[in-house]
């Protein structure tokens, strides 16, 4: 069989019963978190306008905008919430594939359950499915639909969501092949917004959803798509990498389905910035925790030399210039000197922050200080790592070094963790009751309880 029918077969087998109750723990956490980060991004100056303008034309029944009381088209709500996920770079990940997974699974999941009146439990296995196909798409070729310029969360994330909301709809086992292959000819999201740090990186997985969204309405409608959309001469990986054992890779990934679940490796993320940097301002707060002489004060650094692995160093540090010196916090997001900058200085680095208007100046002064150079002994993307040594103007140095940064399986976030960022995220969208009404129903709530609650509750301030 070709990789989507054996995707395809896996999906229409799988019960919500026969996934790992952990699992179908985290399913839920993740999605929690993806909602939350996607109602705090929902407040942007940039994503308001977004909404108004697809909000403008009312309907009376729809799927919900996150931040948002007025509903709108299936495809649309994917698109928005999508990119309202993404918008900043708050979202989980796997980091071993470079996958950012519930932007792009549970927009589409979410828009897909509320058009079909699905329960929750049916949303968990969505997003399940989701997460399981999504990542051994990544971990086929990690890091090489990157170096082609291209974002594997929105390229196969189309693919992906096109299954899931072929499933919410009952389409036939054809159609579900169909529609993979139809959105392999929508899958796009290339990496040239580094260049000027433009928001469009946001739109990748928003897209994903919305263009799986339309191609399982086509793959229903009668259109087909090739069955070989993941191997084929001119196939997902061919295309969009320059990996060529990719797709075999893929097909032995696909052995472990139902088997090993991947959704255990996935992390969550505790900074809204580049997740590549994180460990890094975990670094800074060692060191500022550290019991220091007054003569060695944050104002008396003189230069800190940051070791980088080399797949971070691409998006972080290059063209080390602009990095020190961005003129907007959307390519701020990406910089590694401007958010250790930050933490130095201690500006809390929050959501509301990058949501702000412009950059800060003494930040931008900092930065100045620190310089780059390669980590030889990265484990890069495995690990997220950082290694960094400050030296003071009156000779005196300290190190700190990070092997794994925490939020990943490796050194897990704790459930008070997620919980403060839901409640931080949602906290001027929701009053404290709906939050924990929210928390309480996609945590605890029962399998068989309507998406309408959800909904309700997410349109409720």
């Not at 061919?238 to 075999?248: H, L, S």
């Not at 701020?332 to 412009?358: N, R, V, W």
């Not at 310089?371 to 400050?390: C, G, I, L, R, Y």
């Not at 995220?425 to 709530?445: C, F, I, P, V, Y």
Request: proline share 4%; with cysteine; glycine share 8%.
């Amino acid at each position: 069989m070709t990789h989507s029918q054996r995707i395809v077969d896996f999906a229409l087998a799988l019960r919500e019963t026969d996934i790992p109750t952990d699992v179908a723990g985290l399913a839920r956490w993740h999605t929690l978190d993806a909602l939350g980060v996607g109602i705090a991004a929902a407040g942007g100056a940039v994503q308001q306008k977004m909404a108004h303008s697809f909000l403008k034309v009312p309907v009376t029944e729809g799927c919900t905008v996150l931040g948002h009381d007025a509903p709108t088209h299936s495809a649309n709500a994917a698109l928005l919430n999508g990119s309202f996920i993404h918008a900043l770079e708050y979202d989980d990940t796997h980091m071993a594939s470079i996958v950012h997974g519930s932007a792009v699974i549970v927009p589409a999941a979410l828009a897909a359950a509320e058009a079909h009146h699905l329960s929750l439990g049916e949303l968990t296995r969505l997003v399940t499915i989701g997460w399981e196909v999504l990542v051994r798409i990544g971990l086929a070729a990690p890091g090489a639909f990157q170096r082609r310029g291209f974002q594997v969360t929105s390229v196969g994330g189309a693919l992906v969501s096109a299954l899931i909301a072929g499933l919410a709809a009952g389409a036939s086992r054809s159609e579900l092949i169909s529609a993979q292959g139809i959105a392999g000819s929508q899958a796009s999201g290339i990496f040239e917004f580094l260049s000027e740090g433009a928001t469009v990186k946001a739109m990748h997985p928003g897209w994903a959803a919305h263009a799986g969204n339309l191609a399982a309405t086509l793959a229903m409608a009668g259109m087909t798509g090739p069955t070989t959309v993941y191997e084929g001469r001119f196939g997902l990986y061919n295309t969009y990498t320059d990996e060529p054992g990719a797709a075999a890779a893929l097909g032995k990934a696909l052995d472990s389905l139902g088997q090993h679940w991947m959704l255990r490796e996935a992390a969550f993320k505790l900074f809204p910035c580049c997740h590549y940097i994180h460990p890094f301002l975990e670094a800074v707060a060692r060191l500022r925790s550290t019991a220091l002489p007054s003569s060695t004060s944050w104002q008396h650094i003189a230069h800190i030399e940051c070791k980088v692995p080399q797949g971070a160093a691409a998006i972080i540090c290059e063209p080390w210039p602009r990095k020190q010196s961005p003129s907007i916090l959307n390519e701020a997001k990406y910089s590694l000197p401007y958010c250790m900058a930050l933490a130095f200085l201690d500006i809390p680095i929050t959501a509301q922050h990058f949501l702000g208007e412009q950059v800060h100046a003494d930040a931008l002064a900092f930065a100045q200080k620190i310089s780059w150079s390669p980590m030889e002994d990265a484990d890069f993307p495995n690990k997220f790592q950082a290694d960094m040594t400050v030296q003071w103007r009156n000779g005196q140095t300290a190190h700190a070094r990070v092997d794994q940064v925490k939020g990943s399986a490796d050194r897990p976030a704790s459930l008070q963790d997620l919980q403060t960022k839901f409640l931080n995220n949602t906290a001027l969208r929701h009053s404290t009751d709906t939050q924990h009404k929210l928390m309480a129903l996609l945590l605890q709530g029962e399998s068989d309880s309507s998406i309408s609650e959800l909904q309700s509750l997410l349109r409720t301030t």
